[in-house]
């Protein structure tokens, strides 16, 4: 039972481009969501995040956008650029909860 | 960095063997969790503790046994090692902010 899912486990991007990673949950009750970025080798660490009362949030390059009717969430990197290639974690909570629910994983690589 | 640190880095261990995970920080948090992470299924939470002697499963918690006796050391023990527990072991502790902060990983081969 899957309730945070990342459909596509990689994606390649050319420098300069947008990147777009998805994420669909199913658990209505989640309400607060984050990104994580991960190299190989270390720790996730974390990115962006968006609470439910709102459908946007930008910081710098990174924009995360929330559809909640679609249970949908997407990350916009704009401009990718090299050192933007890792994979990208999606996780959700339900606010007060203990416990972070994350996705599978999109291995993001920028082309030079 | 954030003050948390996973001991060993690497570990290669036989199969029914017990083995021990710790993980320590130095942020005096709350709450320390442990996760595993294997291709396909990203990061899949074992165990939690929201304090001293206090701990709860996560969705992948057979075979698996944590103890917290002290603020900063959360240890992860495989009672008998299987094969299906090669993957890299994850800690992670929560700050005030709801962010997680995660630490370098484990990468533990059963053979």
């Known amino acids: 039972d899957q309730q945070v899912k990342q459909n596509s486990p990689s994606l390649s991007v050319q420098e300069g481009r947008i990147s777009i990673l998805n994420c669909d949950y199913t658990n209505s009750m989640f309400d607060y969501f984050l990104w994580y970025k991960k190299y190989p080798a270390e720790g996730p660490t974390f990115l962006i995040s968006i609470s439910s009362i709102k459908d946007k949030n930008e910081d710098g390059r990174f924009t995360v956008f929330l559809n909640k009717s679609a249970k949908h969430l997407s990350l916009h990197i704009v401009p990718s650029q090299p050192g933007d290639s890792a994979v990208y974690f999606c996780?959700?909570?339900?606010?007060?909860?203990?416990?972070?629910?994350f996705g599978q994983g999109t291995r993001l690589t920028i082309n030079p | 960095d954030a003050g948390i640190t996973q001991s060993p880095r690497h570990k290669v261990t036989e199969t029914g063997t017990p083995v021990t995970l710790r993980c320590h920080q130095t942020?005096?948090?709350?709450?320390m969790y442990w996760y595993r992470q294997d291709p396909g299924h990203g990061l899949r939470l074992i165990h939690y503790s929201y304090g001293v002697k206090d701990t709860d499963k996560g969705e992948v918690s057979d075979g698996y046994s944590v103890s917290r006796s002290k603020t900063e050391d959360f240890l992860l023990t495989l009672e008998s090692a299987t094969s299906s527990q090669t993957s890299v072991y994850f800690c992670?502790?929560?700050?005030?902010?709801?962010?997680?902060?995660f630490g370098s990983g484990t990468r533990l081969t059963v053979v």
């Open positions: 942020e005096n948090h709350r709450y």
């Open positions: 996780a959700a909570s339900v606010e007060g909860a203990q416990k972070l629910v």
């Open positions: 992670a502790i929560r700050g005030l902010d709801y962010g997680y902060t």
